[in-house]
């Protein structure tokens, strides 16, 4: 069975900081997807991760993917407000024989960015 | 524009009735799929659908029915049988194929009284 932890799952953290979130699966993947959440929203997605060593950068947001590590990393620069969310990443494991079988979430990190 | 429709936004429900949550998609993508949230948690997979008149059960379908008559649309049913429906239901759609990335909907609160 498929498990994507995240960590830590609650973050509070002043502007202009730098952090990272980390999330770890534990069955081999090479696609990986974060995700943003606003409260009483729904997901936006941030970032699609489809390779090992893969990075994709936003603004302030920068997503990374370890294949053989089973690890993705969600690096934040000079932390801004407007940055306060819930933030999870979700892992893609495909039967064999293609399909798209939905992903498997990690618990989300709530983070929240103070002034 | 395209997108996912959820409706309706917000319900609720007297314990022993069945509700059905309608998700409608214009994108034209073939897989879509039904997760539920609880407060601080993760998303977890209940029923999805690669094609037309197919589906199958994800994690957590016991209490829980689908259909796929259209393409576009793939209502999800909470019955009675559900031991504690009461959560932030999430309809999502993808391409299918060649990524897994997920389209949300705004999503539909079911509470029961």
């Known amino acids: 069975e498929l498990k994507v932890e995240q960590n830590p799952l609650f973050l509070s953290m002043q502007e202009g900081k730098n952090y990272t979130i980390y999330c770890n699966y534990s069955?081999?993947?090479?696609?990986l997807y974060w995700y943003r959440q606003d409260p009483g929203k729904s997901l936006e997605s941030l970032f699609v991760?489809?390779?090992?060593?893969a990075v994709k950068q936003e603004g302030r947001l920068m997503a990374s993917l370890d294949t053989k590590a089973r690890l993705s990393t969600l690096h934040i620069t000079a932390a801004v407000h407007d940055l306060s969310a819930t933030y999870f990443c979700?892992?893609?494991?495909?039967?064999?024989?293609?399909?798209?079988?939905?992903?498997?979430f990690g618990k989300g990190t709530h983070l929240i960015i103070q002034p | 524009d395209g997108g996912i429709t959820q409706s309706p936004k917000y319900l609720f429900r007297k314990e022993g009735q069945n509700v059905t949550l309608s998700c409608e998609q214009n994108?034209?993508?073939?897989?879509m799929y039904w997760y539920r949230q609880d407060p601080g948690q993760g998303l977890r997979l209940i029923y999805y659908?690669?094609?037309?008149?197919?589906?199958q059960k994800g994690d957590i379908a016991e209490g829980y029915s689908v259909s796929r008559e259209k393409k576009e649309s793939f209502p999800l049913t909470v019955t009675s049988a559900q031991k504690n429906p009461t959560a932030f239901y999430l309809c999502?759609?993808?391409?299918?194929?060649?990524?897994?990335?997920?389209?949300f909907g705004e999503g539909s609160r079911l509470t029961v009284l």
């Open positions: 999502a759609s993808s391409i299918g194929q060649l990524t897994g990335e997920l389209f």
């Open positions: 994108l034209n993508h073939d897989a």
């Open positions: 991760l489809l390779s090992n060593g």
């Open positions: 069955t081999t993947s090479d696609r």
């Open positions: 659908s690669q094609i037309v008149n197919d589906f």
């Open positions: 979700a892992v893609d494991i495909r039967l064999s024989g293609g399909g798209a079988d939905g992903l498997t």
